[in-house]
């Protein structure tokens, strides 16, 4: 069993552009969800996805976005990037149920210049 | 509005010290609260959650409603306790949005 992984691990953008990030979730795991954590803050909650249709939006403008794929892989797409985007962003997965435990990736760190 | 508060940035203290992390809420609600850890070079890691009322690597949190207080605490610390140690509440039914703290890093040292 593996767990939670991130692709890419870092990377810089310049501000304006797209970016994609990727998340493969822990083995047996339907639900996905997507944290960003700014220098010195929290993880906070950006959305999440069950079954492949997002279930529950935290307060992200819509340039925020996402899919799940099948395979219950996930993607976070950030069009139109700011100075204020850069942060690590966070994925976990879960089995499903309210109760069941996230288990963290180790996040990708987005610088946007 | 769901928050959630812990009031100090750092915590230092010297081995075998008791330790106590503080961690304030506010929820409209009845809400599931946790303390989730992150060591030096590794991933944000589940350490204790409310409902399940367990003792893990010696730490301990006690919900207290009438505060809205989930303070987490250990009789002695470890040098191996220093972490980056997350609050962090959910809500909802059905799913688990979780509002975290900005954090408390503890620093036990020799």
């Known amino acids: 069993e593996t767990g939670v992984t991130q692709s890419p691990t870092h990377l810089i953008k310049t501000r304006g552009q797209q970016v994609t990030l990727r998340c493969s979730s822990q083995s047996g795991h339907n639900t996905v969800s997507w944290y960003q954590q700014a220098l010195g803050q929290g993880p906070q909650f950006i959305f999440q996805y069950y079954r492949e249709e997002e279930n529950g939006r935290g307060n992200f403008p819509p340039r925020f976005s996402g899919l799940q794929f099948p395979n219950y892989s996930s993607e976070l797409n950030v069009n139109a990037l700011e100075l204020d985007d850069s942060a690590l962003y966070l994925c976990?997965?879960?089995?499903?149920?309210?109760?069941?435990?996230?288990?963290f990736g180790p996040g990708t760190r987005l610088t946007v210049l | 509005a769901q928050r959630v508060t812990q009031p100090e940035k750092l915590l230092s203290v010297f081995k075998g010290a008791p330790v106590e992390l503080k961690c304030n809420y506010s929820?409209?609600?009845?809400?599931?609260l946790f303390w989730y850890v992150q060591y030096s070079r590794q991933r944000l890691q589940l350490l204790l959650r409310h409902i399940s009322r367990e003792s893990i690597k010696g730490f301990t949190a006690d919900l207290n409603k009438g505060e809205t207080s989930f303070h987490l605490k250990k009789p002695f610390a470890q040098e191996e306790d220093s972490a980056m140690y997350y609050c962090a509440l959910s809500g909802a039914t059905g799913f688990q949005k979780l509002v975290f703290g900005t954090g408390t890093r503890l620093l036990v040292s020799p």
């Open positions: 976990a997965s879960r089995e499903g149920g309210s109760s069941d435990e996230q288990f």
């Open positions: 929820y409209s609600g009845s809400p599931e």
